[in-house]
């Protein structure tokens, strides 16, 4: 998880009152931090990624002032009105074509400031630009540079700058080859020809993003006004971006400026700071947190989160939420905020009103049951992550793609969606383990999610069990038989198969498995061009069956 160290005295500053780290360890865990390290002066604190408004000591500042009744309710933040102009050349829409911009003016800097403006800026580019491939943040010394800035994507060898931290012009491919910046991060832009730059009204760089600012517009302990552009892939996470940064920087002191961002089309002022309204169910709250609120206690509670409430009929509040709370998308996490306000630390632990006996769920003893008759064949057990992507998932699987679960904001492309089965996550096991010696029979029994719109949540949780068979010499017969095998031992007798024409099966060599009329499981032998999309050489038998249509069938 992300850290920052906060200075006993520094901290003290953005608190407005002399605080000691006594004080600190108090307070800082009922805001939802740990407490990494604990020195005389100073208290390292570990925070959820959620929470990319605890990269600066404005941010966790700003928290604290409010749980302690220092400074409660919505933080004010005006942006004047700029004159600065970044224009968005239709070149750079096809490469990165997000971009958004501030200027932040008569900030007092010093190297310790420049230092944690840095440390910000790579905290946000891993918890909200996944690593700069969704968002990066350019911070750079406005007074260096003349606007209207333009950003475009130019040749590789088109441009040539000065980079951060180099003393010589490099070309942006020479960047991407020889600058341990772009050596680092070239491949976001693997497989473009153009590469996106911003450039002043003198045609001077500012930044190669997401790679590199240039070494012209670096910030020292002299700069007073900032520019800052954010760039990405999803506008969304852009913006969410620059407006922690620059709420930050406004508790910094800082004024803000906007900045007009003339797209092709249309013309976008940023930063736009407005709160967010949601509207929240005060008993529904209460329930969720066991508390008993009257309606100005729950009000006093958000406004100690920073937050802001208004009466907006009987039982509901309209909700306020600052811009830098962008972890804040649902009632729950309303609720949330009225614990956090409350203090945990008042809330007593209860015991339940009844006294019951606990007995183990029966698809638990069925996942058992299957898990030793699996062994008991020769297989053996292994345990893969219930996230995947969509090549692993059905393109290699020889599938049209399905109605999978997709992350909104995925880490990386690797895991993008929620598995619907266990078989292409075996696959990829007897790929990763090719160096191994053959026979090799593995299962899983484990969970799969898929769609359903008829419940609340949109999804239910199923159980599956799944193996896979590879060896010179395996058949449609031998997984045949470990099938028939663990359904006998289970109880399952009256069950047949029907021929079917599954894409990952050779044709005449896989099955449905069809019990009381209806379908529960599929098995056969693997597509050779499954095998090659695998890079598997031996062929290889295998199935999958949904336990709990089993059970309900049985």
């Known amino acids: ?227 800052i552009d954010a760039t990405g892939l999803d506008m969304l996470a852009v913006r969410r971006s620059l407006n922690v940064l620059i709420t930050a920087l406004a508790d910094m002191g800082g004024s803000i400026e906007s900045v007009g961002v003339r797209y092709p089309n249309y013309t976008e002022v940023a930063p736009d700071l407005k709160p967010q309204q949601m509207t929240m169910t005060i008993s529904s709250a209460c329930k969720l947190l066991g508390l008993d609120l009257a309606e100005d206690e729950v009000i006093q509670c958000l406004r100690k989160c920073r937050l802001d409430a208004k009466k907006a009929g009987r039982g509901i509040l309209n909700v306020s939420i600052p811009a830098y709370r962008i972890d804040i998308m649902h009632a729950v996490d309303l609720a949330e905020e009225v614990a956090i306000g409350y203090g945990y630390y008042r809330i007593k632990p209860t015991k339940p009103k009844t006294t019951t006996t606990g007995e183990t769920n029966e698809m638990f003893e069925t996942a058992n049951r299957v898990r030793q008759v699996m062994i008991g064949l020769g297989f053996t057990e292994v345990m893969n992550f219930i996230l995947t992507n969509e090549e692993v998932h059905y393109h290699k699987m020889r599938q049209k793609v399905g109605r999978a679960v997709k992350l909104a904001n995925p880490v990386s492309m690797e895991y993008s969606i929620i598995r619907e089965s266990l078989l292409p996550g075996l696959m990829k096991n007897l790929m990763d383990n090719k160096h191994e010696s053959y026979p090799q029979r593995l299962f899983e029994v484990s969970d799969v999610i898929k769609i359903d719109e008829k419940v609340e949540t949109g999804t239910v949780r199923l159980l599956h069990v799944a193996g896979v068979s590879s060896h010179p010499t395996t058949s449609f017969t031998e997984i045949k038989a470990h099938v028939e095998a663990l359904l006998i031992t289970l109880g399952i007798t009256d069950w047949e198969l029907i021929e079917t024409k599954n894409p990952s099966f050779i044709p005449g060599r896989g099955a449905a498995i069809y019990l009381k009329g209806k379908e529960v499981g599929a098995l056969g032998e693997a597509h050779p061009e499954l095998l090659n999309n695998f890079e598997l050489e031996n062929p290889t038998g295998a199935f999958e069956i949904a336990l709990e249509e089993i059970l309900r069938k049985s």
């Open 1 to 227: 998880m992300p850290a920052i160290t906060l200075n006993r005295d520094r901290f003290s500053k953005f608190v407005g009152r002399p605080f000691t780290v006594e004080e600190m360890v108090k307070w800082l865990p009922w805001l939802g931090v740990d407490l990494e390290e604990i020195g005389s002066d100073y208290v390292k604190i570990e925070f959820n990624p959620n929470r990319v408004d605890f990269c600066s000591y404005a941010g966790v500042a700003r928290a604290l002032c409010g749980l302690m009744g220092l400074r409660t309710g919505l933080p004010s933040y005006r942006v004047q009105k700029g004159q600065t102009i970044l224009k968005v050349d239709p070149s750079v829409l096809k490469v990165r074509p997000c971009i958004l911009g501030a200027v932040v003016r008569n900030l007092t800097l010093d190297e310790e400031v420049v230092k944690e403006l840095m440390e910000m800026q790579e905290d946000l580019h891993w918890g909200l630009g996944r690593n700069r491939v969704k968002v990066s943040i350019g911070i750079h010394d406005l007074d260096k540079v003349q606007p209207p800035f333009t950003y475009m994507a130019a040749d590789p060898d088109e441009i040539k700058f000065v980079p951060l931290d180099k003393a010589e012009e490099m070309s942006m491919r020479e960047i991407l080859e020889k600058h341990e910046k772009g050596i680092a991060f070239r491949h976001i832009l693997e497989g473009a020809t153009r590469y996106p730059i911003i450039l002043d009204s003198k045609g001077r760089a500012l930044s190669f993003p997401p790679i590199i600012n240039a070494e012209l517009t670096r910030v020292t302990g002299q700069t007073t006004n900032l520019f």
